[in-house]
T-cell receptor, first 112, second 113 residues
Framework: DAKTTQPPSMDCAEGRAANLPCNHS???????VYWYRQIHSQGPQYIIH???NNETNEMASLIITEDRKSSTLILPHATLRDTAVYYC?????????????FGTGTRLKVLA | DTEVTQTPKHLVMGMTNKKSLKCEQH?????MYWYKQKAKKPPELMFV???????INESVPSRFSPECPNSSLLNLHLHALQPEDSALYLC????????????FGEGSRLTVL
């Protein structure tokens, strides 16, 4: 299973962009990168995913390096409600079934 | 309906009890997952069912017994648990496909006395 490495914590000022890095140097060519966040022991919430190209949706942008060994999740204008633990996941496959293995996560604190 | 519903939300049980956690989804997803999450740790994959068959068991102790009665339901039967099994148990589902998103329930918080 491809592993992901994330910094344990980050702070960001409200209204500024939050850039959360993830290292996944053992990723295989057909494995997607997913980002989820979890607010205070609720169920994890999907944010975005991608394979090779950069992706953007209403919540965030995902930048994947050309060699696919790392990625960055960007929250363009962080609000206090974005305070959460953010998980980077590489989706692997075993016995024909997809596996979503969570990394250790980054605890993002948005400061007023 | 994009919900995964888990019951009960909270469960307290003794080490000799038998109890079950339930999970339900009506999104037509054919893959369903159980995760275990201890405090301040990431969710850990336990089991995956694909098309109602157990596909992945991440070396989980036999005191946890999963069951998938049909494509919408997933159970986790609990027997002879230990206090260290106290955790948040998360259910998730996804459409098997090239870029399927994983949908999570809110979890069942289990306390073993």
């Amino acid at each position: 299973d491809a592993k992901t490495t994330q910094p344990p914590s980050m702070d960001c000022a409200e209204g500024r962009a939050a850039n959360l890095p993830c290292n996944h140097s053992t990723i295989s060519g057909n494995e997607y990168v997913y980002w989820y966040r979890q607010i205070h022991s609720q169920g994890p919430q999907y944010i975005i995913h991608g394979l090779k190209n950069n992706e953007t949706n209403e919540m965030a942008s995902l930048i994947i390096t050309e060699d696919r060994k790392s990625s960055t999740l960007i929250l363009p204008h962080a609000t206090l409600r974005d305070t959460a633990v953010y998980y980077c996941i590489v989706r692997g496959r075993t016995s024909g079934t997809y596996k979503y293995i969570f990394g250790t996560g980054t605890r993002l604190k948005v400061l007023a | 309906d994009t919900e995964v519903t888990q019951t009960p939300k909270h469960l307290v049980m003794g080490m000799t009890n038998k109890k079950s956690l339930k999970c339900e989804q009506h999104m037509g997803h054919r893959a369903m997952y159980w995760y275990k999450q201890k405090a301040k740790k990431p969710p850990e994959l336990m089991f995956v069912y694909s098309y109602e068959k157990l596909s992945i068991n991440e070396s989980v102790p036999s005191r946890f017994s999963p069951e998938c009665p049909n494509s919408s339901l997933l159970n986790l039967h609990l027997h002879a648990l230990q206090p260290e099994d106290s955790a948040l148990y998360l259910c998730a589902s996804s459409q098997e496909g090239a870029s399927g998103e994983l949908f999570f329930g809110e979890g069942s918080r289990l306390t073993v006395l």
